[in-house]
Protein backbone atom coordinates (compact mmCIF):
# COMPACT_ATOMS: atom_id res chain seq x y z
CA UNK A 1 0.00 0.00 0.00
CA UNK A 2 1.49 3.65 -0.78
CA UNK A 3 1.74 5.42 2.42
CA UNK A 4 -1.44 7.81 3.32
CA UNK A 5 -0.94 10.73 1.26
CA UNK A 6 -1.94 13.77 4.17
CA UNK A 7 1.01 12.32 6.70
CA UNK A 8 3.69 14.33 4.13
CA UNK A 9 2.23 17.24 5.07
CA UNK A 10 2.82 16.99 8.84
CA UNK A 11 5.66 19.69 8.28
CA UNK A 12 3.91 22.40 5.89
CA UNK A 13 1.00 21.87 8.95
CA UNK A 14 3.74 22.46 11.83
CA UNK A 15 5.28 25.37 10.15
CA UNK A 16 1.37 26.99 8.94
CA UNK A 17 1.03 26.62 12.28
CA UNK A 18 3.20 28.91 14.01
CA UNK A 19 1.63 31.92 12.44
CA UNK A 20 1.20 34.10 14.71
CA UNK A 21 -3.04 33.73 13.99
CA UNK A 22 -2.75 30.21 13.67
CA UNK A 23 -3.33 27.91 10.86
CA UNK A 24 -5.72 28.28 8.26
CA UNK A 25 -6.21 24.41 7.09
CA UNK A 26 -7.59 24.61 3.20
CA UNK A 27 -5.99 21.13 2.85
CA UNK A 28 -8.56 18.56 3.48
CA UNK A 29 -12.58 18.89 2.40
CA UNK A 30 -14.17 17.71 5.99
CA UNK A 31 -17.14 20.06 6.82
CA UNK A 32 -16.81 22.90 9.80
CA UNK A 33 -20.34 23.99 10.03
CA UNK A 34 -23.24 22.55 12.29
CA UNK A 35 -25.32 19.74 11.23
CA UNK A 36 -28.79 20.71 10.64
CA UNK A 37 -31.02 20.49 13.37
CA UNK A 38 -33.72 18.36 12.12
CA UNK A 39 -30.52 15.63 11.59
CA UNK A 40 -29.70 15.84 14.73
CA UNK A 41 -33.02 15.61 16.05
CA UNK A 42 -34.02 12.53 13.88
CA UNK A 43 -31.01 11.01 14.80
CA UNK A 44 -31.32 11.28 18.85
CA UNK A 45 -34.91 10.20 18.00
CA UNK A 46 -33.48 6.97 16.66
CA UNK A 47 -30.95 6.26 19.63
CA UNK A 48 -32.91 3.15 21.57
CA UNK A 49 -31.88 0.70 18.37
CA UNK A 50 -30.80 -2.01 20.29
CA UNK A 51 -31.08 -4.64 17.74
CA UNK A 52 -29.20 -5.14 14.44
CA UNK A 53 -30.04 -2.72 11.42
CA UNK A 54 -29.74 -3.96 8.07
CA UNK A 55 -27.80 -3.89 5.12
CA UNK A 56 -30.14 -2.82 2.63
CA UNK A 57 -31.22 -0.22 5.00
CA UNK A 58 -34.98 0.62 6.03
CA UNK A 59 -37.78 0.95 3.56
CA UNK A 60 -37.85 4.71 4.21
CA UNK A 61 -34.36 5.19 3.76
CA UNK A 62 -34.71 3.47 0.26
CA UNK A 63 -38.16 5.36 -0.44
CA UNK A 64 -35.49 8.63 0.33
CA UNK A 65 -32.70 7.89 -1.17
CA UNK A 66 -34.66 6.40 -4.20
CA UNK A 67 -36.85 10.24 -4.33
CA UNK A 68 -33.98 11.89 -3.62
CA UNK A 69 -32.09 10.65 -6.78
CA UNK A 70 -34.96 10.17 -9.15
CA UNK A 71 -35.28 14.18 -8.34
CA UNK A 72 -31.52 15.80 -7.89
CA UNK A 73 -30.66 13.13 -10.94
CA UNK A 74 -33.26 13.62 -13.43
CA UNK A 75 -34.37 10.13 -14.13
CA UNK A 76 -36.83 7.71 -13.28
CA UNK A 77 -36.71 5.67 -10.62
CA UNK A 78 -38.23 2.61 -12.33
CA UNK A 79 -35.23 -0.18 -12.56
CA UNK A 80 -33.20 1.69 -10.29
CA UNK A 81 -31.68 0.05 -7.24
CA UNK A 82 -30.52 1.91 -4.40
CA UNK A 83 -28.33 0.45 -1.17
CA UNK A 84 -26.93 2.57 1.77
CA UNK A 85 -23.26 3.20 2.27
CA UNK A 86 -21.21 3.57 5.45
CA UNK A 87 -20.17 6.98 3.92
CA UNK A 88 -18.54 6.92 0.43
CA UNK A 89 -15.08 6.04 1.13
CA UNK A 90 -15.59 3.31 2.31
CA UNK A 91 -17.52 2.25 -0.85
CA UNK A 92 -14.76 3.36 -2.91
CA UNK A 93 -12.22 1.23 -1.06
CA UNK A 94 -14.47 -1.67 -0.91
CA UNK A 95 -15.74 -1.85 -4.74
CA UNK A 96 -13.31 -3.49 -6.78
CA UNK A 97 -13.19 -6.44 -4.03
CA UNK A 98 -16.94 -6.68 -3.80
CA UNK A 99 -17.44 -6.83 -7.36
CA UNK A 100 -15.12 -9.78 -7.94
CA UNK A 101 -11.63 -8.42 -9.22
CA UNK A 102 -8.63 -9.77 -8.48
CA UNK A 103 -5.24 -10.11 -10.18
CA UNK A 104 -5.30 -9.65 -14.05
CA UNK A 105 -8.07 -7.32 -13.69
CA UNK A 106 -7.81 -3.44 -14.32
CA UNK A 107 -8.92 -0.71 -12.65
CA UNK A 108 -9.34 2.60 -14.87
CA UNK A 109 -9.34 5.59 -13.03
CA UNK A 110 -8.99 9.53 -14.17
CA UNK A 111 -5.30 10.12 -14.47
CA UNK A 112 -5.82 13.40 -11.88
CA UNK A 113 -8.40 11.46 -9.43
CA UNK A 114 -9.14 10.48 -5.55
CA UNK A 115 -6.35 9.01 -4.30
CA UNK A 116 -8.89 5.87 -2.68
CA UNK A 117 -10.23 4.75 -6.42
CA UNK A 118 -6.41 3.21 -6.59
CA UNK A 119 -6.53 2.29 -3.28
CA UNK A 120 -9.30 0.24 -3.60
CA UNK A 121 -7.66 -1.47 -6.98
CA UNK A 122 -4.68 -2.45 -4.78
CA UNK A 123 -6.91 -3.91 -2.40
CA UNK A 124 -8.19 -6.36 -4.61
CA UNK A 125 -4.98 -7.51 -6.41
CA UNK A 126 -6.33 -5.68 -9.90
CA UNK A 127 -4.12 -3.49 -12.02
CA UNK A 128 -4.52 0.17 -12.42
CA UNK A 129 -4.67 2.77 -15.68
CA UNK A 130 -4.60 6.20 -14.88
CA UNK A 131 -6.36 7.68 -18.23
CA UNK A 132 -8.79 10.22 -19.13
CA UNK A 133 -9.27 8.70 -22.38
CA UNK A 134 -10.58 5.15 -22.92
CA UNK A 135 -8.89 4.92 -26.62
CA UNK A 136 -6.03 4.48 -24.82
CA UNK A 137 -6.90 1.55 -23.03
CA UNK A 138 -6.24 -1.64 -24.81
CA UNK A 139 -8.53 -3.88 -26.66
CA UNK A 140 -7.22 -6.69 -24.79
CA UNK A 141 -7.33 -5.15 -21.80
CA UNK A 142 -9.61 -7.41 -18.79
CA UNK A 143 -10.93 -3.82 -17.59
CA UNK A 144 -13.45 -4.92 -15.25
CA UNK A 145 -14.38 -1.58 -13.72
CA UNK A 146 -14.03 2.25 -14.53
CA UNK A 147 -14.12 5.41 -11.99
CA UNK A 148 -15.56 8.51 -13.48
CA UNK A 149 -15.52 11.70 -10.76
CA UNK A 150 -18.11 14.41 -12.08
CA UNK A 151 -17.44 16.75 -10.28
CA UNK A 152 -13.87 16.00 -9.78
CA UNK A 153 -12.02 16.12 -6.70
CA UNK A 154 -9.74 17.61 -6.85
CA UNK A 155 -9.84 19.22 -10.28
CA UNK A 156 -13.56 20.67 -10.03
CA UNK A 157 -13.88 19.52 -13.53
CA UNK A 158 -17.79 18.43 -14.77
CA UNK A 159 -18.26 16.13 -17.41
CA UNK A 160 -20.93 16.72 -20.28
CA UNK A 161 -23.78 14.81 -21.44
CA UNK A 162 -22.09 13.60 -24.90
CA UNK A 163 -18.92 12.30 -22.68
CA UNK A 164 -21.13 10.33 -20.09
CA UNK A 165 -22.86 8.84 -23.10
CA UNK A 166 -19.93 7.73 -24.49
CA UNK A 167 -18.52 6.38 -21.31
CA UNK A 168 -21.68 4.27 -20.55
CA UNK A 169 -21.65 3.17 -24.16
CA UNK A 170 -17.92 1.89 -23.58
CA UNK A 171 -18.23 0.06 -20.73
CA UNK A 172 -21.57 -1.55 -21.59
CA UNK A 173 -19.78 -2.86 -24.89
CA UNK A 174 -17.02 -4.57 -22.78
CA UNK A 175 -19.07 -5.72 -19.98
CA UNK A 176 -17.29 -3.56 -17.46
CA UNK A 177 -18.69 -1.42 -14.46
CA UNK A 178 -18.79 2.23 -14.79
CA UNK A 179 -18.64 3.89 -11.19
CA UNK A 180 -19.70 7.81 -11.07
CA UNK A 181 -18.69 9.22 -7.63
CA UNK A 182 -20.99 11.94 -7.80
CA UNK A 183 -20.34 13.59 -3.75
CA UNK A 184 -20.00 17.07 -5.03
CA UNK A 185 -23.21 16.56 -7.55
CA UNK A 186 -25.41 19.49 -5.57
CA UNK A 187 -22.34 22.03 -5.76
CA UNK A 188 -22.10 23.27 -9.42
CA UNK A 189 -21.32 26.94 -9.41
CA UNK A 190 -20.81 27.67 -13.00
CA UNK A 191 -23.25 25.08 -14.84
CA UNK A 192 -25.07 22.14 -13.24
CA UNK A 193 -23.45 18.85 -13.09
CA UNK A 194 -24.94 15.88 -14.82
CA UNK A 195 -25.35 12.36 -12.99
CA UNK A 196 -24.12 10.22 -15.05
CA UNK A 197 -27.83 7.99 -14.29
CA UNK A 198 -29.06 10.93 -16.40
CA UNK A 199 -26.74 9.42 -19.28
CA UNK A 200 -28.57 5.83 -19.21
CA UNK A 201 -31.72 6.62 -21.10
CA UNK A 202 -33.76 4.81 -18.65
CA UNK A 203 -31.86 1.51 -18.43
CA UNK A 204 -28.98 1.33 -15.91
CA UNK A 205 -27.21 -2.12 -16.28
CA UNK A 206 -23.49 -1.90 -16.13
CA UNK A 207 -23.62 1.25 -14.29
CA UNK A 208 -23.68 2.44 -10.61
CA UNK A 209 -23.86 6.16 -9.09
CA UNK A 210 -21.84 6.55 -5.53
CA UNK A 211 -23.34 9.34 -3.34
CA UNK A 212 -22.46 10.90 -0.05
CA UNK A 213 -24.10 13.21 2.28
CA UNK A 214 -20.91 14.40 3.86
CA UNK A 215 -20.87 17.56 1.62
CA UNK A 216 -24.39 18.24 0.98
CA UNK A 217 -25.68 18.09 4.77
CA UNK A 218 -22.29 18.16 6.76
CA UNK A 219 -22.48 14.67 8.10
CA UNK A 220 -18.96 13.62 7.28
CA UNK A 221 -19.26 12.25 11.01
CA UNK A 222 -22.27 10.12 10.24
CA UNK A 223 -20.46 8.06 7.56
CA UNK A 224 -23.87 8.64 5.47
CA UNK A 225 -23.65 7.45 1.61
CA UNK A 226 -25.36 5.56 -0.58
CA UNK A 227 -25.36 3.64 -4.38
CA UNK A 228 -28.04 3.55 -7.01
CA UNK A 229 -27.90 2.22 -10.43
CA UNK A 230 -27.90 -1.45 -11.66
CA UNK A 231 -30.35 -3.47 -9.66
CA UNK A 232 -28.01 -6.67 -10.76
CA UNK A 233 -25.22 -4.98 -9.51
CA UNK A 234 -26.78 -3.69 -6.21
CA UNK A 235 -27.62 -6.87 -5.57
CA UNK A 236 -24.26 -8.34 -5.94
CA UNK A 237 -23.00 -5.85 -3.67
CA UNK A 238 -25.83 -6.69 -1.47
CA UNK A 239 -25.15 -9.97 -0.93
CA UNK A 240 -21.66 -9.62 -0.31
CA UNK A 241 -21.93 -6.63 2.16
CA UNK A 242 -24.67 -8.59 4.34
CA UNK A 243 -21.43 -11.26 4.94
CA UNK A 244 -18.90 -8.52 5.67
CA UNK A 245 -21.59 -6.50 8.07
CA UNK A 246 -21.19 -3.55 6.11
CA UNK A 247 -23.79 -2.21 7.88
CA UNK A 248 -25.53 2.16 8.28
CA UNK A 249 -25.87 2.16 12.04
CA UNK A 250 -29.71 2.35 12.64
CA UNK A 251 -29.52 6.05 13.90
CA UNK A 252 -27.71 6.74 11.24
CA UNK A 253 -30.38 5.52 8.76
CA UNK A 254 -32.79 7.35 10.54
CA UNK A 255 -31.04 11.31 10.27
CA UNK A 256 -30.22 10.31 6.16
CA UNK A 257 -33.69 10.41 5.94
CA UNK A 258 -34.76 13.37 8.06
CA UNK A 259 -31.38 14.67 5.55
CA UNK A 260 -32.64 13.35 2.20
CA UNK A 261 -36.39 15.57 3.01
CA UNK A 262 -35.05 18.76 4.14
CA UNK A 263 -33.35 20.45 0.78
CA UNK A 264 -33.57 23.71 3.32
CA UNK A 265 -30.29 23.11 4.84
CA UNK A 266 -28.64 21.95 1.69
CA UNK A 267 -29.36 25.20 0.21
CA UNK A 268 -28.30 27.10 3.17
CA UNK A 269 -24.65 25.09 3.20
CA UNK A 270 -24.33 25.68 -0.10
CA UNK A 271 -24.73 29.20 -0.07
CA UNK A 272 -22.18 29.39 2.65
CA UNK A 273 -19.74 27.46 0.28
CA UNK A 274 -20.56 29.74 -2.36
CA UNK A 275 -19.55 32.97 -0.48
CA UNK A 276 -16.14 31.46 0.73
CA UNK A 277 -15.49 30.13 -2.73
CA UNK A 278 -16.46 33.78 -3.92
CA UNK A 279 -13.76 35.34 -1.45
CA UNK A 280 -10.71 32.73 -2.42
CA UNK A 281 -10.81 32.72 -5.91
CA UNK A 282 -10.34 35.91 -6.37
CA UNK A 283 -7.72 36.18 -3.75
CA UNK A 284 -5.60 33.20 -5.18
CA UNK A 285 -5.82 35.01 -8.70
CA UNK A 286 -4.41 38.38 -6.79
CA UNK A 287 -1.51 36.39 -5.09
CA UNK A 288 -0.58 35.51 -9.15
CA UNK A 289 -2.33 31.82 -9.55
CA UNK A 290 -3.96 30.33 -12.04
CA UNK A 291 -7.36 28.68 -11.11
CA UNK A 292 -7.88 25.69 -13.52
CA UNK A 293 -11.25 23.72 -14.39
CA UNK A 294 -12.95 24.50 -10.84
CA UNK A 295 -16.48 24.66 -12.07
CA UNK A 296 -18.50 22.90 -9.48
CA UNK A 297 -17.38 21.17 -6.26
CA UNK A 298 -15.54 22.24 -2.54
CA UNK A 299 -11.52 22.89 -3.99
CA UNK A 300 -9.73 25.75 -6.82
CA UNK A 301 -7.34 23.72 -8.47
CA UNK A 302 -4.32 26.07 -8.73
CA UNK A 303 -1.15 26.83 -10.26
CA UNK A 304 1.46 29.20 -11.07
CA UNK A 305 3.53 26.47 -12.92
CA UNK A 306 5.97 25.79 -10.12
CA UNK A 307 6.78 22.09 -8.37
CA UNK A 308 3.91 22.14 -6.25
CA UNK A 309 5.72 21.39 -2.61
CA UNK A 310 7.23 24.76 -3.80
CA UNK A 311 3.85 26.04 -3.81
CA UNK A 312 2.51 24.18 -0.43
CA UNK A 313 5.72 26.04 1.22
CA UNK A 314 4.89 29.21 0.11
CA UNK A 315 1.39 29.31 1.79
CA UNK A 316 2.52 27.44 4.74
CA UNK A 317 4.58 30.56 5.11
CA UNK A 318 1.48 32.48 5.35
CA UNK A 319 -0.04 30.35 7.80
CA UNK A 320 -2.02 28.18 5.22
CA UNK A 321 -2.16 24.58 4.56
CA UNK A 322 -3.05 23.39 0.99
CA UNK A 323 -2.74 19.79 -0.37
CA UNK A 324 -0.20 19.17 -3.35
CA UNK A 325 -1.46 17.90 -6.66
CA UNK A 326 0.81 15.05 -6.69
CA UNK A 327 -1.16 13.22 -4.24
CA UNK A 328 -3.88 13.54 -6.87
CA UNK A 329 -1.61 11.84 -9.38
CA UNK A 330 1.47 12.50 -11.37
CA UNK A 331 -0.38 14.90 -13.53
CA UNK A 332 -1.01 17.18 -10.46
CA UNK A 333 2.52 17.91 -9.40
CA UNK A 334 2.30 21.42 -10.74
CA UNK A 335 -0.66 22.40 -9.31
CA UNK A 336 -2.01 22.59 -5.26
CA UNK A 337 -5.76 21.99 -4.38
CA UNK A 338 -7.22 24.48 -2.30
CA UNK A 339 -10.31 23.55 0.00
CA UNK A 340 -13.96 25.59 0.69
CA UNK A 341 -14.48 23.89 3.68
CA UNK A 342 -12.72 26.12 6.65
CA UNK A 343 -15.11 28.41 8.92
CA UNK A 344 -16.03 32.28 7.57
CA UNK A 345 -13.18 33.83 10.23
CA UNK A 346 -10.67 31.76 9.08
CA UNK A 347 -12.00 32.17 5.12
CA UNK A 348 -11.49 35.74 5.93
CA UNK A 349 -7.90 35.42 7.67
CA UNK A 350 -6.50 33.49 4.53
CA UNK A 351 -7.85 36.18 1.92
CA UNK A 352 -6.23 38.74 4.53
CA UNK A 353 -2.81 36.98 4.31
CA UNK A 354 -2.89 36.31 0.39
CA UNK A 355 -4.03 40.28 -0.74
CA UNK A 356 -2.32 42.12 2.43
Known amino acids: MPDFPWDRLRPAKEQAAAHPDGVVDLSVGTPVDPVPEPVRAALCAAADSPGYPTVAGTARLREAITEWVATRCGVSPEQLAVLPTIGSKELVAALPAQLGLGPGDTVVVPSISYPTYEVGALLAGASVVRSDSLTAVGPSSRTR ?85 DPELVGQLWEVRKHSGAIVPAPVQAAMVAALADE ?66 PGGDHHVRVALTASDERVAAAVSRLTG
Open 145 to 229: LVWVNSPANPTGRVLPMAHLRKLVAWARERGAVLASDECYLTLGWEGDPISVLAACDGRYDRVLSVHSLSKRSNLAGYRAGFIAG
Open 264 to 329: QHARAQRERYATRRALLRPALVKAGFTVEHSEAGLYLWITRQEPCWQTVAWFAERGILVSPGEFYG
